[in-house]
């Protein structure tokens, strides 16, 4: 996939900053688009969707089962499906992570039950006999999952997200521009982080302003932009977590993460397979939201050059 050479913007001219700041960012989206497009077409794309595929996509009441049991847990399948499936074999003496799996029979048209449970009611249908019943969900039972943490074995495919480039002097501004915007910012350690495989999250309290909190890493880059990442939540999507457009939150955060690190000379072309990964909305969502990322995208950057 092509990538375009970061380079530090700069809007100094009072009289037309706003015109140019708005023009260089349309320009910034409308790339970042197009690498969205080659990121979906390229192989190693379409490899990693290819092996995402084969887990499962579990319920909520299962995914909740899941967080209880193993916090940490990120990729989880059955102990045979990680040997057939993914060449991983579950590591002797771990524990298992137990959800509910659906128990299919066929049922009686009439009760609903399975033949064995239905001959036990005294349901008196008769129509059609038990062998031409359709199948269906007749109950739950128990069983035994891993999460990828547990097994060892073939590496599974990953996608290159990270944003890379000098960011020693940028982190500790972005820090500072978090403050600005009111929102509380903690960088936790590695050692320290309850949030499993997320770079970052973004929470919000009722009686208090948003609070940040972004995993310890080397790569500075990359912890720069989660941080931008989190702050566009912050300050895009504090009322909307209750209308379900996970993905949509997450192409204007990313695309607001992207901007401002071009801005600052960094390479966000990774935002590109990071938002690739969102199914269900085009490349062309970034466009459609533009007012939304570019005033979000304006608002840090000019936090930036406040302190600067």
């Known amino acids: 996939m092509a990538t375009k050479q970061p380079t530090v913007a700069s809007f100094e001219d009072t009289e037309t900053r706003h015109d140019e700041m708005n023009e260089t960012i349309e320009s910034w989206l409308s790339d970042l688009v197009d690498l969205i497009g080659e990121a979906r077409g390229s192989e190693e794309f379409k ?3 290819e092996v995402q595929s084969r887990f499962h996509d579990y319920s909520h009441r299962n995914t909740l089962l899941i967080a209880q049991q193993c916090p940490t847990a990120t990729r989880v399948a059955g102990y045979r499906s990680w040997q057939t499936n993914f060449d991983r074999q579950v590591k002797k003496g771990e524990r298992a992570i137990w959800i509910w799996a659906p128990i299919t029979a066929r049922k009686c048209p009439s009760c609903g039950l399975s033949k064995s449970r239905h001959s036990s009611t005294g349901c008196e249908y008769t129509e059609t006999p038990p062998e031409e019943w359709s199948k269906g969900l007749v109950g739950f039972k128990p069983v035994p999952v891993f999460d990828i943490s547990q097994t060892e074995g073939e590496a599974l495919p990953s996608l290159e997200t990270e944003t890379t480039g000098d960011a020693h002097e940028i982190v500790p501004l972005l820090y500072k521009a978090g403050n600005a915007l009111d929102i509380e910012v903690t960088i936790v350690s590695k050692e320290a982080w309850p949030f499993g495989s997320a770079k970052g999250v973004c929470e919000f309290h009722s009686d208090s302003r948003p609070t ?13 932009t989660t941080l931008v990442h989190e702050y566009a939540h912050a300050l895009l999507h504090a009322d909307d977590l209750s209308k379900g457009e996970h993905a949509s939150r997450e192409v204007e955060a990313e695309a607001v993460a992207y901007i401002v690190g071009r801005y600052v000379g960094l390479d ?12 269900g909305d085009e490349p062309e969502t970034v466009s459609e939201r533009f007012e939304r990322i570019r005033s979000s995208a304006h608002i840090v950057i000019k936090q930036l050059e406040a302190i600067e």
């Open 268 to 279: 966000t072309s990774g935002s590109a397979f990071y938002l690739a990964a969102w199914q």
């Open 212 to 224: 940040v909190k972004v995993r310890e890493r080397t790569n500075l880059a990359d912890l720069a």
């Open 47 to 49: 490899h990693w969707l």
